[in-house]
């Protein structure tokens, strides 16, 4: 079993900068990458960021050049560095990790409990 403890959202101004983490533990082997989502009430879940095991990263576009994702592979954790937010970024921030774990089973993905990110105009 794997567990993800998010932590660092929040309420900020526009403008403001926010870093969300995302700590795995548990029966994991290997971490093939880890990243954000983030939803709105009504509308569809949206990537925000994705990191693999060797730092090949993605980011929507909404995001690009504000954003930066990065990983701690000892520490199996996650960053996500939200520089110049903006009203639009307000929503709930879920992480992922999709993991081989070691009894061997398939990969899979993981998810963290969502934490609200608000920013304000």
């Known amino acids: 079993q794997v567990q993800l403890v998010e932590s660092g959202g929040g309420l900020v101004q526009a403008g403001g900068s926010l870093r969300l983490s995302c700590a795995a533990s548990?029966?994991?082997?290997?971490?093939?990458?880890m990243g954000w989502y983030r939803q709105v009430a009504g509308q569809q879940r949206e990537l925000v960021a994705r990191?693999?095991?060797?730092?090949?990263?993605n980011y929507a576009d909404s995001v690009k050049g504000r954003f930066t994702i990065s990983r701690d592979n000892a520490k199996n954790t996650g960053y996500l560095q939200m520089n110049s937010l903006k009203p639009e970024d307000t929503a709930v921030y879920l992480c992922?990790?999709?993991?081989?774990?070691?009894?061997?089973?398939?990969?899979?993905?993981?998810w963290g409990q969502g934490t609200q990110v608000s920013v304000s105009s």
């Open positions: 992922y990790v999709f993991v081989r774990p070691r009894s061997g089973a398939a990969a899979y993905n993981y």
């Open positions: 548990g029966s994991i082997a290997s971490i093939y990458s």
């Open positions: 990191i693999t095991s060797d730092g090949n990263t």
